[in-house]
């Protein structure tokens, strides 16, 4: 009984700039989307990184559940429902370590639908943050249920992390000693030119290992990945033997997507009708630490 994606929904104006308000319009989407009301969510996950004025608290969960208008007021609501949000984070994996989450809360009953929101932002909020910042300023939704039929929805995540810590240097930091006065708008991200090569190789050796586990068969498999470089979801599908026409790679944003990307590459293929040329997903994410996770999505049929 696996975790089913009910719908999916992005944030990618560029007019917006705020890490919170583009959770929070990707979650609201998701669930108009969806025919759900926001107080039918019993859980909110978010895995997004990178926020407004490098907020440490609260949780930016709750602030975007309160955006979405999620279980306010317990003792107030005519219809009480318990509602219960948190940050996860792990850069592009954090959506598969929060798939991980809701899959337990949904198979033992204590809920119905999670929803797992992401976005990232330079922490200025400026039209031209600072040119050496990577990442787009873009979010994401995808709301989740139980799946009722055994082999649909996403099956075990498997997740890793290299012994050697030379594959991807990758580091995002607060320059404390030298922000001065400055600490809510600035941030470093430190990124090696070549650092998605070591990832590469570390990725497919762990996509493939559970491959084989999992007895899939990737030529009948579309590709779903983080964003990491343009190349990257490529350059992972060739030595996979994954058709390149069963890559998704993620055009429509400046910059790498980050936590957002899985579901804005899941979101991207199913509008352009790309997923449903496959029986399943390979859902694939590495980063930073540097750690990956994987996991199989088989969609539930079509009515």
Do not use: W
Not at 21 to 44: F, I, M, W, Y
Not at 59 to 71: I, P, R, T
Not at 233 to 262: E, N, Y
């Amino acid at each position: 009984m696996g975790a089913l994606i009910t719908s999916t929904a992005v944030s990618t104006d560029r007019e917006v700039r705020s890490s919170i308000a583009h959770a929070s319009t990707a979650a609201n989407e998701c669930l108009r989307l969806a025919g759900v009301r926001p107080e039918q969510v019993d859980l909110l996950i978010n895995t997004g990184v990178y926020r407004d004025e490098n907020m440490a608290e609260p949780a930016m969960a709750a602030l975007v559940q309160k955006q979405v208008g999620m279980n306010l007021d317990y003792v107030k609501d005519p219809r009480p429902h318990a509602g219960f949000s948190f940050d996860l984070m792990n850069g592009a994996c954090g959506v598969l370590n929060a798939v991980q989450v809701a899959g337990a809360f949904l198979a033992s009953g204590n809920a119905e639908r999670v929803l797992v929101v992401s976005s990232d932002a330079h922490p200025s909020n400026a039209t031209r943050p600072d040119p050496g910042f990577p990442y787009a300023t873009v979010g994401a939704a995808m709301l989740l249920e139980r799946s009722v039929d055994g082999p649909t929805g996403f099956g075990r995540v498997h997740t890793a992390m290299a012994e050697d810590m030379s594959v991807d240097a990758t580091a995002g930091y607060i320059d404390m000693p030298n922000v001065g006065v400055h600490g809510r708008e600035r941030v470093t991200v430190r990124r090696d030119a070549d650092h998605s090569r070591g990832l590469v190789e570390f990725a497919v050796a762990r996509a493939r290992h559970h491959a084989e586990v999992e007895g899939l068969d990737l030529t009948r498999t579309l590709l779903v990945s983080s964003q990491p470089t343009s190349v990257f979801a490529a350059d992972v599908a060739r030595l996979l033997g994954i058709d390149a026409a069963a890559v998704v790679t993620v055009d429509t944003v400046d910059g790498d997507p980050h936590s957002s990307a899985l579901t804005l590459a899941y979101h991207q293929a199913v509008a352009s009708g790309q997923a449903a040329r496959y029986p399943q997903v390979l859902f694939l994410a590495a980063g930073p630490g540097p750690t990956m996770a994987c996991s199989i999505y088989r969609p539930a049929p079509r009515g």
